[in-house]
């Protein structure tokens, strides 16, 4: 209903003229998630991360595309297979101290020590087993195993003061007294759930940003948000809902910035159980020997049978693209000969019928309704395109934080769930959402659906301790492909990510999902 | 009085005490928050930690004894989202509802009153008719749609007023007021009618039906024959005849607007209390949900405290805490 509300606002509006400006230097935007702490340390959470990245620096910063560039750190090779060597930027810190080695050690002891974290950093820098600060430039960080993917990891960590005391409190942060860094902006003011006021920092070390001063607004209702675009109140909207794309596109005062998102949506079947999950019955709803979900003919017979492009098109409105694997083509480790699967009806009853269920099956699919892009209607019409094929789909959604409990849980036997690869490489899915459920090595940590293959475990590990670059994306691409032939998941489409601005600017979305006003400019 | 005056307050304490037990156990069946708070890239020892660390592994009973515990010396914990004392979280909130839900409320009056009383007392002129159908879309429509209506209109396509957001603030004592400066004004205006639209409808139609009810009765005519004047009648006699039921009902309707208010503070991304409210709820942050609840409880109990000395001086007839 929101949305509906949404684009007969914007369309009523489509007669008037230009967006007013506001002051060539100052700019105020919207994005759609508050943050919860301006301690860049407290909780690992994408909307926080991009307000930080206006404040602080990492060490390795990602492009656009979610490769890597230099950040802080200059330059980073290996001098010997555990020990990695940073050469430092010359920076300083907002406050006047310079930056140096100590910060990055300091910042990297800090993590982990971090009071009352719902969501550590500290993920970022376990690989890490001793820091030596050689000069004030140039710092050495050892690795308790061969460990190619340190430099991934560090460009999730911002680097902080070491002048911060011996036990900063988040707090600190919040109230601005240690809110200090390298970033391109220093802080103003921060006010919880409503703004944060930035003004451009002079003496940044990287290239000087267009805006003096930044309105940083939080406005979660999408609506609002795009009203306020309109209004010309904000010249930036994250986040845009993809029920008002047409509209905006169509409208000659707003332009749009769009590219495909390292968020894949997928399916998962249920696996953790031999004996068949209570959702799942026969076609009249008798009890089952065995877990149907476990043939590898039925899961590929219930992803044949779903229309990607279809999803893509009528219940994304183009805001995504169909899927195959894990990240969008172009990324690294991306599987070139792994298409999304195909729809295909009668193959899929095929299949079913040589798994021994020409009848077809009963199932139910849980969904979540308030976490990913139209994540109920999604499953929705997933329903409808499984029932065709003669598996009776009974479709459920409930709101996430109930949700997320059952899933973890495994409670249902087939659900929806999204990854954001948020390392722009398929390492990172295939340990956490493929890799054998291991609480020991810390693997498959969210592999909801217990899905096990000890070649593709073998697989990771090698990838794992392979350095070369090369070499280790041959060893991911077979991962991907294994995984992909074994529907260890059913992977439906990539998200696209869309920002809207005035006319009059020019925006470079990124992949990651991170709002970078510094990377928002007057259209020449 | 003073046993009427503590016998609510040993009511109120134990609503709280059930109430925060309910909570308890009602969000410990929905899910742990955890789940929700953490990085899906945090590994299974990460996730042990961070459920350790926010005191979530002890048994549920002995979480809630720490709770009351911490209740009885004044600390209600610290948000597992935010990091700060839930308390102080709210308290920092509090200032942008309290001046929206105060707008909306002195609107309602201000509003309602006067038309109800003209509605009453000229119920077949056309002016009347047109404001009693009016006041049907006052509590008929959503406020989510009257309020983007309103941005729509007013912020949009005539430009007059900001879209969304809350003005310049003034600090006093430490709090940002924004009702102290001309910017604040113009932020606060749309969502104060927005909120207020409700109220607005409901003291008019009230207002109306007891000016209907009461002129027939006897007192009035004998007022009239006494030869008093019409305005006299009507506001002496009439009104406040007529505003214990009113005075009632706006009471609790502060306390929902105070309390409520998510719709309209979601609509105009006000940074009050209520969208602090929803997104804890989203994410099971229990220490703010307690927190939050026990605050209004509180309020309610001191409002109806309110209402109830209000009437002794409306009504004579009323004694507080008097015989049965």
């Known amino acids: 209903m929101k949305k509906v509300f949404a684009s007969f606002a914007i369309g009523a509006t489509a007669m008037l003229g230009q967006l007013p400006s506001a002051t060539a230097q100052d700019i105020a935007v919207a994005v759609g998630a508050p943050i919860t702490a301006l301690d860049p340390h407290y909780h690992t959470l994408t909307p926080n991360e991009q307000a930080h990245a206006h404040l602080f620096d990492r060490l390795v910063e990602t492009d656009p595309k979610a490769r890597l560039i230099p950040g802080l750190a200059a330059s980073w090779k290996l001098v010997d297979p555990t020990t990695w060597e940073f050469t430092l930027q010359t920076a300083t810190f907002h406050d006047g101290t310079p930056f140096t080695a100590e910060d990055v050690a300091y910042s990297i002891a800090r993590i982990p020590t971090v009071k009352n974290s719902p969501g550590s950093f500290a993920i970022y820098t376990t690989a890490i087993a001793g820091v030596e600060v050689v000069n004030p430039h140039t710092i050495r960080l050892k690795t308790k195993t061969v460990y190619p993917l340190l430099p991934v990891d560090l460009g999730q960590v911002f680097i902080i003061s070491h002048n911060s005391g011996p036990e900063p409190a988040t707090e600190d942060f919040n ?14 003011s921060y006010k919880p759930g409503d703004r944060l006021e930035l003004v451009r920092n002079d003496s940044y070390w990287g290239g000087k940003p267009a805006w003096a001063h930044i309105s940083y607004r939080f406005i979660p209702n999408e ?81 044949l049978a779903i229309n990607r492009p279809a999803i893509v098109e009528r219940v994304m409105e183009n805001a995504a693209i169909p899927s195959g694997q894990f990240l969008p083509p172009g990324s690294y480790s991306y599987a070139t000969d792994v298409p999304p699967p195909p729809f295909d009806t009668t193959r899929a009853k095929a299949l079913l019928a040589e798994a021994g269920f020409p009848n077809g099956l009963r199932i139910s699919l849980h969904s979540s309704n308030d976490r990913y892009l139209n994540d109920a209607k999604i499953v929705q019409s997933i329903g409808q395109m499984w029932t065709r094929i003669g598996v009776q789909t009974k479709v459920e959604v409930e709101p996430w934080s109930s949700y997320v409990g059952h899933i973890n849980k495994q409670d249902y036997a087939a659900f929806l769930v999204g990854w954001g690869s948020s390392t722009g490489e398929s390492s990172n899915p295939l340990r956490s959402l493929i890799a054998t459920f291991d609480a020991s090595k810390g693997r498959g940590a969210v592999n909801r659906a217990r899905y096990s293959n000890p070649e593709i475990d073998h697989l990771i590990d090698e990838a794992l301790v392979t350095v070369d ?26 998200q696209k990510n869309t920002w809207a601005t005035r006319a009059d600017l020019t925006y470079v979305p990124r992949a990651d999902e991170e709002t970078h006003i510094f990377d928002l400019r007057p259209a020449k | 009085m003073a046993l009427w005056l503590l016998r609510r307050l040993v009511q109120a304490g134990f609503v709280m005490l059930a109430m925060s037990a309910i909570v308890f156990i009602g969000l410990h069946a929905i899910g742990n928050p955890i789940d929700i708070l953490i990085s899906p890239e945090a590994d299974q020892a990460e996730r042990a930690r961070a459920i350790a660390a926010l005191g979530l592994d002890k048994p549920l009973w002995e979480q809630y004894w720490l709770f009351l515990q911490g209740a009885l010396h004044g600390d209600l914990g610290r948000s597992f989202v935010f990091n700060e004392p839930a308390l102080r979280l709210i308290a920092g909130r509090m200032p942008a509802t309290l001046e929206l839900a105060v707008t909306a409320v002195l609107l309602s009056v201000c509003i309602g009153l006067p038309l109800g009383l ?32 309103l941005i729509m209109v007013f912020a949009v396509t005539l430009g007059w007023l900001p879209s969304s957001g809350r003005g310049e603030t003034i ?20 969502p104060a009618l927005n909120l207020a639209l409700f109220n607005i409808s409901l003291v008019l139609r009230l207002t109306r039906a007891g000016v209907r009810e009461t002129l027939p009765l006897d007192y009035i005519r004998f007022a009239r024959a006494k030869g008093l004047t019409p305005g006299r009648v009507i506001y002496v006699h009439v009104l406040r005849n007529i505003l214990i039921p009113v005075v009632t009902v706006i009471g609790l309707e502060f306390g929902s607007t105070i309390a409520f208010s998510v719709v309209t503070e979601s609509v105009f991304a006000w940074p009050g209390m209520g969208k602090l409210i929803i997104d804890s709820i989203n994410v099971l942050d229990r220490p703010v949900i307690v927190a939050y609840l026990m605050i209004t409880v509180a309020l309610f109990v001191t409002i109806n405290l309110v209402v109830d000395l209000l009437y002794t001086l409306l009504d004579p007839r009323v004694r507080l805490g008097g015989r049965r």
């Open chain 2, 171 to 190: 600090s006093i004592a430490g709090v940002g007021w924004s009702f102290l400066t001309v910017d604040g004004w113009r932020h606060l205006l749309l």
């Open chain 1, 175 to 188: 109230s601005g007294k240690l809110a200090i860094g390298t970033g391109p902006y220093r802080l103003v």
């Open chain 1, 469 to 494: 670059d090369g070499a280790r994306e041959k060893i991911l691409m077979q991962g991907v492909r294994l995984a992909m032939q074994d529907v260890a998941l059913i992977p439906l489409h990539e």
């Open chain 1, 223 to 303: 609506a609002a948000r795009s009203a306020a675009l309109l209004s010309g109140d904000v010249a930036l909207i994250d986040s845009v809902p993809t029920a008002d794309i047409a509209r905006l596109r169509s409208d000659p005062r707003v332009k749009l910035w769009e590219t495909v998102s390292l968020r894949l949506i997928y399916l998962m079947l249920d696996l953790s159980r031999d004996s068949a999950p209570v959702e799942v019955t026969g076609p009249n709803g008798e009890k089952l020997d065995h877990n149907p979900l476990k043939d590898l003919r039925v899961r590929q017979a219930l992803s």
């Open chain 2, 118 to 149: 003209y509605a009453g007392l000229h119920p077949n002129s056309f002016t009347g008719r047109l404001v009693m159908t009016g006041s049907i879309f006052g509590f008929s429509l959503p406020s989510f749609w009257v309020g983007l209506m």
